[in-house]
């Protein structure tokens, strides 16, 4: 019996050491492989944006519709000017602004995986 | 003339297995025929049983000596494979051809679970020792707890060939009766809101990563368990063949063909080494027990650790992944999946189950090779 209970807490000790050291090390290798190939991304994206933004607010002539739905104003303001910065310049008005249920998957889009899904 | 025509006949009668047959080859017949109905029309892991209860079949053909055991017979030879330790390990290099590491590697937490449902094997090891049989028997008694068909095998192989036969069937009986099995375990150990919870999204795993990782644990498992290292090993060429991407053909090879080669002859040795003499015992019915327990505390392990990552991460981690540690590959992960489905139709957790259940593959090779070592 004590042979037996030997066996068993030398061979837990061992998995959980072993598969820990491996979680550690695949944490680790994670981060290094991240670090290596996130760092160049990050410094291209944001300087793009910045001349953009100031750049498309003067040249497009912006309209804005009521605020709806209780968005407040600033809130109207910010979207407006992502939508002027992504239209690149062109002249747009901005008709409605309406709050989307959020969180919340499609109906048809959750029916479509709980159908894929349900044979296993 | 005709004397002598009779008693050619006559001698043909005598040797024929109709003269010569004992009530336990009946019996054994009839087992195996049970055997290939449930592979057959119940779908029980025919990959593997219906070669199984094939050869158990063959073996117990009176006269012909068809069993693994019969020097210069068929069986005999291919049944080398399996004594020898080839077959197992080469059917993890097909299984890690097969293998999606990318889950385990998002979510490294994974590889605790995959650890805790080892458990069961250790569990079943004291009782296997309580109910009489010896330490080399009850290790390869307990590593039905691992769920992993190969791992069975190699271990049976080399701690208690004798017992191979009921080992092996207990083993992918039990596997396929996964989803009956795990559900109501999960479901007592589980409150209703942790059944809830839905995991977050699994970050992208680049592809350096994926080829790294076959490489990083065959270094790190073979140091520190060298038995486990044929397993391992193996189960990491065939990942790395498959993630490296410039040997496709070879990967095409080990999934299909070789696997399938490997199958056949795997299946067919190990069922005929399933002779009355051998099986007909109340061993058999207790190994059968047994294998059922090591089941069933598996799951429990890797449900209640699942529980106590859950409170640690505050509520992160649905404990439901934890019973996919018992690495019966991808059984237990759609088992996790429906059973949470059950209780949010939104909650999409089979990858993230994959998680545990690959690792618990690589979990169930550590503690092979624990138990070979101990129990050598």
Same mark, same amino acid.
Request: charged letters at 10%; glycine letters at 10%.
């Given at each position: 019996?004590?042979?037996?209970?030997?066996?068993?807490?030398?061979?837990?000790?061992?998995?959980?050491?072993?598969?820990?050291?491996?979680?550690?090390?695949?944490?680790?290798?994670?981060? +290094?492989?991240?670090?290596?190939?996130?760092?160049?991304?990050?410094?291209?994206?944001?300087?793009?944006?910045?001349?953009?933004?100031?750049?498309?607010?003067?040249?497009?002539?912006?309209?804005?519709?009521?605020?709806?739905?209780?968005?407040?104003?600033?809130?109207?303001?910010?979207?407006?000017? /992502?939508?002027?910065?992504?239209?690149?310049?062109?002249?747009?008005?901005?008709?409605?602004?309406?709050?989307?249920?959020?969180?919340?998957?499609? /109906?048809?889009?959750? /029916?479509?995986?709980?159908?894929?899904?349900?044979?296993? | 003339?005709?004397?002598?025509?009779?008693?050619?006949?006559?001698?043909?009668?005598?040797?024929?297995?109709?003269?010569?047959?004992?009530?336990?080859?009946?019996?054994?017949?009839?087992?195996?025929?049970?055997?290939?109905?449930?592979?057959?029309?119940?779908?029980?892991?025919?990959?593997?049983?219906?070669?199984?209860?094939?050869?158990?079949?063959?073996? *117990?053909?009176?006269?012909?000596?068809?069993?693994?055991?019969?020097?210069?017979?068929?069986?005999?030879?291919?049944?080398?494979?399996?004594?020898?330790?080839?077959?197992?390990?080469?059917?993890?290099?097909?299984?890690?051809?097969?293998?999606?590491?990318?889950?385990?590697?998002?979510?490294?937490?994974?590889?605790?679970?995959?650890?805790?449902?080892?458990?069961?094997?250790?569990?079943?090891?004291?009782?296997?020792?309580?109910?009489?049989?010896?330490?080399? @028997?009850?290790?390869?008694?307990?590593?039905?707890?691992?769920?992993?068909?190969?791992?069975?095998?190699?271990?049976?192989?080399?701690?208690?060939?004798?017992?191979?036969?009921?080992?092996?069937?207990?083993?992918?009986?039990?596997?396929?009766?996964?989803?009956?099995? @795990?559900?109501?375990?999960?479901?007592?150990?589980?409150?209703?809101?942790?059944?809830?919870?839905?995991?977050?999204?699994?970050?992208?795993?680049?592809?350096?990563?994926?080829? +790294?990782?076959?490489?990083?644990?065959?270094?790190?498992?073979?140091?520190?368990?060298?038995?486990?290292?044929?397993? &391992?090993?193996?189960?990491?060429?065939?990942?790395?063949?498959?993630?490296?991407?410039?040997?496709?053909?070879?990967?095409?090879?080990? @999934?299909?063909?070789?696997?399938?080669?490997?199958?056949?002859?795997?299946?067919?040795?190990?069922?005929?080494?399933?002779?009355?003499?051998?099986?007909?015992?109340?061993?058999?019915?207790?190994?059968?027990?047994?294998?059922?327990?090591?089941?069933?505390?598996?799951?429990?392990?890797?449900?209640?650790?699942?529980?106590?990552?859950?409170?640690?991460?505050?509520?992160?981690? *649905?404990?439901?992944?934890?019973?996919?540690? &018992?690495? /019966?590959?991808?059984?237990?992960?759609?088992?996790?999946?429906?059973?949470?489905?059950?209780?949010?139709?939104?909650?999409?957790?089979?990858?993230?189950?994959?998680?545990?259940?690959?690792?618990?593959?690589?979990?169930?090779?550590?503690?092979?090779?624990?138990?070979?070592?101990?129990?050598?």
């Amino acid at each position: 019996m004590e042979f037996a209970l030997l066996v068993t807490i030398t061979g837990m000790v061992v998995v959980f050491a072993a598969l820990i050291f491996l979680t550690l090390c695949i944490w680790l290798l994670g981060k +290094i492989v991240g670090g290596i190939g996130g760092g160049s991304k990050k410094d291209a994206a944001p300087a793009p944006q910045k001349p953009a933004a100031p750049a498309a607010r003067p040249a497009a002539p912006v309209q804005q519709a009521a605020a709806s739905d209780g968005v407040p104003e600033g809130v109207v303001a910010a979207i407006s000017a /992502a939508v002027a910065m992504m239209m690149g310049g062109k002249p747009f008005k901005v008709k409605s602004i309406r709050r989307q249920k959020s969180g919340r998957r499609p /109906a048809w889009s959750t /029916a479509g995986i709980i159908e894929n899904t349900r044979p296993f | 003339m005709f004397q002598q025509f009779l008693d050619t006949v006559k001698g043909i009668i005598m040797s024929s297995g109709f003269a010569n047959c004992p009530w336990q080859n009946l019996l054994m017949i009839a087992i195996a025929c049970v055997l290939l109905y449930l592979a057959i029309v119940k779908g029980f892991e025919p990959l593997l049983l219906l070669p199984i209860a094939f050869g158990m079949l063959l073996a *117990n053909i009176p006269v012909a000596n068809l069993s693994s055991h019969a020097e210069g017979s068929l069986i005999y030879y291919l049944y080398q494979g399996v004594k020898m330790g080839i077959y197992p390990p080469l059917i993890f290099l097909g299984i890690g051809c097969m293998t999606d590491f990318a889950p385990l590697i998002a979510n490294p937490k994974s590889f605790l679970l995959g650890a805790a449902a080892q458990g069961g094997i250790f569990f079943t090891f004291i009782g296997a020792t309580l109910l009489g049989f010896t330490p080399k @028997q009850a290790g390869a008694i307990g590593i039905i707890g691992g769920a992993d068909g190969p791992t069975a095998i190699f271990v049976t192989s080399k701690l208690a060939p004798e017992l191979l036969g009921a080992i092996a069937i207990a083993a992918y009986s039990y596997m396929a009766l996964v989803p009956i099995i @795990q559900p109501p375990i999960m479901k007592a150990l589980t409150t209703q809101k942790e059944r809830m919870v839905v995991m977050d999204t699994l970050r992208p795993v680049s592809k350096t990563e994926k080829v +790294i990782f076959p490489i990083m644990v065959t270094i790190i498992v073979s140091f520190l368990v060298p038995d486990a290292a044929p397993l &391992v090993g193996m189960l990491m060429l065939g990942n790395l063949m498959r993630e490296s991407g410039v040997v496709d053909r070879l990967v095409k090879t080990a @999934q299909n063909e070789l696997m399938n080669i490997i199958t056949i002859f795997l299946g067919v040795s190990v069922g005929a080494t399933a002779t009355g003499d051998r099986f007909l015992s109340p061993e058999t019915l207790k190994i059968i027990a047994l294998g059922l327990i090591a089941f069933c505390v598996g799951t429990a392990c890797g449900v209640l650790l699942g529980k106590l990552m859950y409170l640690v991460t505050g509520g992160k981690i *649905n404990p439901l992944i934890g019973s996919a540690g &018992v690495s /019966a590959v991808p059984m237990a992960a759609r088992v996790s999946q429906k059973v949470g489905q059950q209780y949010n139709p939104a909650n999409f957790l089979l990858m993230h189950a994959m998680g545990p259940n690959v690792a618990g593959v690589i979990g169930s090779a550590v503690a092979a090779g624990v138990l070979i070592n101990i129990c050598r």
